[in-house]
């Protein structure tokens, strides 16, 4: 079993949304995937009770200690891919989820407080040594904004950051909310539409990197990690020791 981890301290970036439309686009390349919810406020587990569909069945796990029990049961079980979202902010049961990933997914809007913010959680996931992506999300359908992050972020071939940046990115529309709303994933809510085009590549890109390998991508992030004021940062590395030691 892989398992999927998608977290960033920043509130609102798209970690739930995401998490269903991978879901249900691996679902659909044919994997058996169970959805975690670590995060309390319950996004996925109101998007089942909507659901008239079973799969992808959500399963909560608020507690860090159960984490890695869990997700040791799931593959047993057969269960092929797991896809954790976690809440805004850090925490134990979130630092637990990333120690237990394959692939730490770190969804963000196009703005540089996005971006910025998710040096916290990057944090983390570099002291796991854990390999990672960025998922620009919510982003103008057209516009240099989205370049502007992307550069933010390190995008550029020759530092070999193209590796960290998930593409494509996932343009804002309505259909995301329409099909939240809906008790679906997007692939269900409009097949057709673009959105779920962009999930489904989505999928794709993250499928060939999860099995490109284990690769430490870690210090390719070094750049956008050492951009906290340096307090913040022994903090940081503190608590993402605590979380991978
Ligand atoms: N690509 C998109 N286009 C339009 N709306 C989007 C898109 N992605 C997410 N949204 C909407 O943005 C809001 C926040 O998304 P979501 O709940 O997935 O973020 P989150 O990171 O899980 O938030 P939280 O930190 O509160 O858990 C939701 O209303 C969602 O429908
Ligand atoms: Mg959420």
């Given at each position: 079993m892989q398992t999927i981890v998608l977290a960033t301290q920043?509130?609102?970036?798209?970690k739930s949304t995401l998490a269903i439309g991978l879901a249900r686009a691996a679902i659909q390349a044919g994997h058996s995937v169970r959805l975690i919810e670590?995060?309390?406020?319950?996004t996925l587990s109101s998007w089942q009770g909507r659901?008239?569909?079973?799969?992808?069945l959500v399963e909560p796990v608020?507690?860090?200690?159960?984490v890695e029990q869990h997700l040791q049961s799931l593959a047993h079980d057969g269960t092929t891919l797991a896809i954790v979202d976690t809440a805004s902010g850090t925490s134990a049961v979130t630092s637990a989820a990333i120690r237990h990933a394959d692939l730490c997914l770190i969804p963000a809007r196009p703005s540089i407080a996005d971006i910025e913010s998710a040096a916290a959680t990057l944090s983390v996931v570099r002291a796991c040594k854990k390999p990672f992506a960025f998922v620009l999300n919510q982003t103008p359908a057209r516009g240099r904004r989205v370049d502007n992050a992307a550069a933010a972020i390190g995008d550029d071939t020759t530092s070999g950051m193209a590796d960290v940046v998930a593409k494509p990115f996932i343009a804002m529309r309505n259909d995301h909310q329409d099909a939240l709303s809906a008790g679906l994933a997007v692939s269900e809510f409009a097949p057709e539409g673009k959105s779920a085009d962009e999930i489904r590549s989505l999928w794709q890109w993250v499928e060939a990197k999860l099995n490109?390998?284990?690769?430490?991508?870690?210090?390719?992030g070094g750049k956008l990690a050492d951009t906290r004021p340096s307090a913040q940062a022994a903090r940081d590395a503190d608590a993402s020791w605590d979380a991978c030691l």
């Open positions: 920043k509130g609102g970036a798209g670590t995060d309390m406020q319950g659901r008239a569909y079973a799969e992808p608020y507690d860090a200690r159960d490109s390998g284990i690769t430490d991508h870690a210090e390719a």
